[in-house]
């Protein structure tokens, strides 16, 4: 028996992220802080609406392997920019985020950090373009194309440089967020023209359709993404065929890295007469592991005599 233990606490490429999280949050304060005061804050009962759309868009998102989970919050934060201006769009766009993801427990921190990305795309590329774009079709592609780039570079800079992304992987990222970004740039255009328009004919119609609308198209992500992962797995299977242990160790530790955010990973087999686990690969050549474990210690040793996987979220203890 050979058991897999995967650390996904000790992430050493941790201090970049969280730097460039940092730069991010500062800079929304920042900019909120300086220009909030001279436009002030604008208040309407369509906010409660916007701020439920939120929880709508971010609540059971589409998981896109490790590294994000594809969601149309895109949309209410361009929506809430054609009716209020950059100022309030990005004071609210990141009140609303860092509630709605603090709610569905994905850490305060990580909530600010969204709730920054949301708000610094819109409000940087809304002060460029001003307020009255959607009278010029022509700056409304540029603001889209503009809003695209930069939304993308503020949302995985961090997550690229940290995680040493490969190329692959970064087009395969961006053509789902491109996919989800035309659907929510048209979602907000037309939510624009309902609400300057609000007959109760064309809201109903409106939320009627995007709401079929949402849950088909969230169908169709499930299903290709799915259908990614079975072909990445017929690859696998296909790569460790008739191949040594060592090769089969290198092909799974590249495969799965794709799909869980380890940042090291230990290889240890089981002699159960000795009651010990031996390590035979390690991918953590900066800190020392131990090369025996006995069997009645231990989460590795617990793992291996109950020969199920376990899931630690806190080895502090």
């Not at 194309?145 to 930069?150: A, K, S």
């Not at 503020?154 to 997550?159: A, G, I, K, L, P």
């Given at each position: 028996m050979i058991i897999f233990v995967m650390?996904?606490?000790?992430?050493?490429?941790?201090?970049?992220?969280?730097?460039?999280?940092?730069?991010?949050?500062?800079?929304?304060?920042?900019?909120?802080?300086?220009?909030?005061?001279?436009?002030?804050?604008v208040f309407s009962y369509l906010l409660i609406v916007l701020f439920l759309a939120v929880l709508l868009f971010?609540?059971?998102?589409?998981?896109?392997?490790?590294?994000?989970?594809?969601?149309?919050?895109?949309?209410?934060?361009?929506?809430?920019?054609?009716?209020?201006?950059?100022?309030?769009?990005?004071?609210?766009?990141?009140?609303y985020v860092i509630i709605s993801d603090s709610l569905f427990k994905k850490g305060l921190f990580q909530a600010i950090i969204n709730g920054s990305a949301y708000s610094l795309s819109i409000f940087i590329v809304g002060s460029?373009?001003?307020?009255?774009?959607?009278?010029?079709?022509i700056k409304?592609?540029?603001?889209?194309?503009?809003?695209?780039?930069?939304?993308?570079?503020?949302?995985?800079?961090?997550?690229?440089?940290?995680?040493?992304v490969k190329l692959r992987e970064i087009f395969y990222i961006i053509s789902w967020e491109a996919f989800y970004y035309i659907l929510a740039a048209l979602t907000a255009l037309i939510a624009f023209r309902v609400i300057r328009n609000p007959a109760i004919f064309n809201v109903s119609?409106?939320?009627?359709?995007?709401?079929?609308?949402?849950?088909?198209i969230r169908r169709i992500s499930f299903d290709a993404?799915?259908?990614?992962?079975?072909r990445?797995?017929?690859?696998?299977?296909?790569?460790?065929?008739?191949?040594?242990?060592?090769?089969?160790?290198?092909?799974?530790?590249?495969?799965?890295?794709?799909?869980?955010?380890?940042?090291?990973?230990?290889?240890f087999k089981a002699d159960h007469e000795k009651e010990e686990l031996h390590l035979i690969y390690t991918t953590n050549e900066e800190?020392?592991?131990?090369?025996?474990?006995?069997?009645?210690?231990?989460?590795t040793g617990r793992c291996a005599r109950e020969g199920t996987p376990i899931i630690i979220r806190d080895t502090s203890a």
């Open positions: 650390n996904l606490t000790s992430f050493n490429n941790w201090t970049i992220k969280r730097g460039i999280g940092f730069a991010e949050v500062f800079l929304s304060f920042l900019l909120l802080t300086i220009f909030i005061p001279r436009t002030g804050i971010r609540f059971r998102s589409v998981p896109l392997r490790k590294y994000t989970y594809l969601s149309l919050t895109y949309t209410i934060s361009m929506l809430m920019y054609f009716l209020y201006g950059p100022q309030s769009a990005a004071f609210w766009i990141l009140v460029i373009f001003g307020a009255d774009i959607t009278d010029y079709w409304v592609l540029y603001f889209f194309l503009t809003h695209f780039i930069l939304v993308v570079g503020v949302f995985y800079s961090s997550e690229f440089v940290s995680r040493r119609a409106f939320g009627v359709g995007f709401l079929v609308l949402r849950w088909y993404i799915e259908g990614n992962i079975y990445d797995l017929i690859k696998l299977q296909s790569k460790v065929t008739k191949r040594s242990l060592e090769e089969t160790i290198k092909v799974v530790v590249s495969y799965s890295n794709q799909y869980v955010d380890w940042t090291a990973l230990n290889l800190n020392e592991v131990v090369d025996t474990i006995p069997l009645s210690e231990g989460i």
